[in-house]
């Protein structure tokens, strides 16, 4: 089965209208979860840790038991994995729809992104970026996906050497069972992110 075919059970499509996006504007009724945490310093810090996101650590870290997930990150790859949540284990499936490779992210790099490059300064300073810049990806829930909406998983090196972990979740409920819970599943996605947060802690702990 090759990374981009769908596994039984989903659909190659996604429900919602529009395009999914990093920081844009989101579907009526959906909702929107960004957590962040520090998970380092410095550029060797940002690189093992934008490494490991490529590589599914997040996932794989936070206990996600994978059923077809390809050895690497890349746009148009579909991940199925079963999610542990108590005595549920949840199948889910998305695809990328974006990759990023330690790129300038925030307002001053989307307004000088058709700029030749050496017309946007230097890209590093003494170790640290001028701009934030990020590794990372995006992806959408698949339809047949528990939950409607798409995720995106950033590593970024700050102008202050910090290493973050950025996360942006839109949704909305999808399966029946998640639309019975009412809020219940937005106290259950955060228990789910605070998981995520801290799945990069092995790889960057020395």
Known sequence: MSSQSVPPGFVDAWAFEGEPTLSGPV??????????RVVGHGVDDARIAGDAVLGWQVHRGSGFVALQVPDRVRVGAVSSWAIP?????PRVACKVVRVLDDEPVGDDADESADEPADARGPVRHGGAPVLPRSTGFLHAALVGHPQRGWESYLVTHHPDDRVTLDIRVVWRPGAWWMRLAGPTSGLALRLLLHRNLRALDPVLRR
């Not at 579907?27 to 962040?36: A, E, I, L, M, Y």
């Not at 949540?85 to 284990?89: A, D, K, T, V, Y």
């Open 85 to 89: 949540f108590g005595p549920l284990r």
């Open 27 to 36: 579907p009526g009724g959906f909702h929107v979860t960004v957590v962040s």
